[in-house]
């Protein structure tokens, strides 16, 4: 309800503002719309497009208001419609939606403090989701920025704290943060079936910190990204059973799953003339532990079982992109990453390997609008992307090889 309302408020304002021929100093307000096609040769990372779909579209509009010289409201708001990914389709919501009261200021450093909805500090490219003018690609990096997990690691809401420090060998940004994770309920998608199976995901915590130097000119930047986050997934499933003994009768499994992820990256980026050097490496531990209910409706009996077995298994991943400015309103890049999973005697698996070759423009037309278009080679696949094929082996399988061209046309103000 309170979501609702701060959505409908935040539109009217926005609009009454952009009608008006109003200057207000303390208010900015910026947005963008995109409209992207996708091809591929079967797979990829949003939906299947073999022929071609415009599927791949999303709106912004984000605002900045100071209302006190210690206290300023920064909220953005997207409406995406982005393949077949129940993540990915969102009609309209908040990506961040945060007031921030600066605590602390000195000379050359600072404390502040950030209450509400806000972007994940994870990386070099976490803050940058759903801005498609800030970065040159189309899709960020998919080793560690998944579209199809794409809300459990973008947002939180809760608080935040940042620490900033500038002195003469460069700049320093620390924050810490602790809130709730967005994890859509799944009722939705599995109750469709009519099985009267379904799964229900609540929300997660999450914790943790992001750290970032900079040197005083801004071309070499050196940071780290760590972050705790858990959940209990509960899968409920009703079905008949028949009973040699009473008869036929019906029972219910109530299955909680609980997840533990400890994620963490080290990154760096270095701009030299025209050139951009970017590279980022990145562990995801994950723990799974399960617990089953069991209740028969027929003898009223309830059962429970506190399975044993827990699960852990951690992936090691990486990208490096090289972006090149070949004038002043174009430039290319070439980004080559690898994602692959270890068991727990840390030897290599094909369970969910990825690798992918990116290769991509970006053209500024106008001051305003921009084309962006990239070419990605992907080997490899499983529950990484989503593939066209009903075939449970074929999604499984690490040695394929396929291709995807995405054009997207990008405005903003």
Not at 229 to 234: G, Q, V
Not at 366 to 375: A, F, R, V
């Amino acid at each position: 309800m309170l979501n609702s309302l701060a959505r409908h408020f935040f539109c009217l304002i926005a609009t009454l503002f952009c009608m008006s021929g109003f200057a207000v100093d303390s208010l900015v307000l910026h947005g963008f719309a995109s409209q992207g096609i996708v091809y591929t040769s079967g797979n990829e990372f949003v939906n299947g497009s073999t022929s071609g779909s415009f599927d791949f579209g999303q709106i912004g509009l984000n605002g900045y208001l100071q209302l006190h010289p210690r206290f300023s409201i920064a909220a953005q708001m997207v409406s995406r419609n982005v393949g077949d990914v129940p993540e990915n389709e969102e009609d309209l919501d908040f990506d961040y939606l945060q007031i921030k009261a600066n605590i602390l200021s000195g000379s050359n450093s600072g404390v502040k403090a950030v209450l509400g909805w806000y972007k994940i500090p994870f990386g070099i490219f976490g803050e940058h989701r759903d801005l498609p003018m800030i970065h040159n690609g189309v899709l960020l990096p998919q080793e560690h920025y998944p579209d199809f997990q794409r809300n459990r690691y973008m947002r939180a809401r809760g608080a935040l704290l940042e620490y900033t420090y500038a002195g003469e060998a460069g700049n320093i940004k620390f924050r810490i943060f602790n809130g709730v994770s967005g994890v859509p309920s799944y009722k939705e998608i599995f109750d469709v079936f009519g099985s009267g199976s379904y799964f229900h995901a609540p929300r997660s915590r999450i914790k943790g910190g992001h750290l970032i130097y900079s040197s005083l000119d801004s071309r070499f930047k050196l940071g780290m990204s760590y972050f705790e986050r858990d959940s209990y997934l509960c899968q409920i499933i009703n079905d008949a059973y028949a009973n040699s003994v009473s008869g036929p009768g019906w029972y219910d499994i109530d299955i909680y799953v609980y997840q533990y992820d400890r994620v963490g990256a080290i990154f760096g980026e270095y701009l030299h003339d025209k050139w951009t050097f970017t590279l980022e490496i990145g562990r995801l531990s994950q723990t799974y532990k399960d617990r089953v209910l069991i209740t028969d409706f027929y003898d009223s009996e309830k059962v429970d079982l506190d399975h044993a077995r827990t699960l852990k298994d951690f992936s090691d991943g990486y990208f490096f992109q090289v972006d090149r400015e070949i004038k002043s309103n174009f430039a290319v890049l070439l980004r080559h990453g690898q994602r692959y999973y270890k068991d727990r005697n840390k030897e290599k698996t094909f369970r969910n390997y990825l690798e992918t070759t990116v290769a991509g423009f970006r053209w500024d037309i106008s001051q305003n609008i921009i084309l962006k278009g990239e070419y990605s080679y992907i080997v490899g696949g499983g529950g990484t992307i989503v593939t066209v094929s009903d075939d449970e082996d074929y999604k499984q399988r690490s040695d394929l090889y396929w291709d995807m061209v995405i054009l997207q046309l990008v405005y903003h103000f």
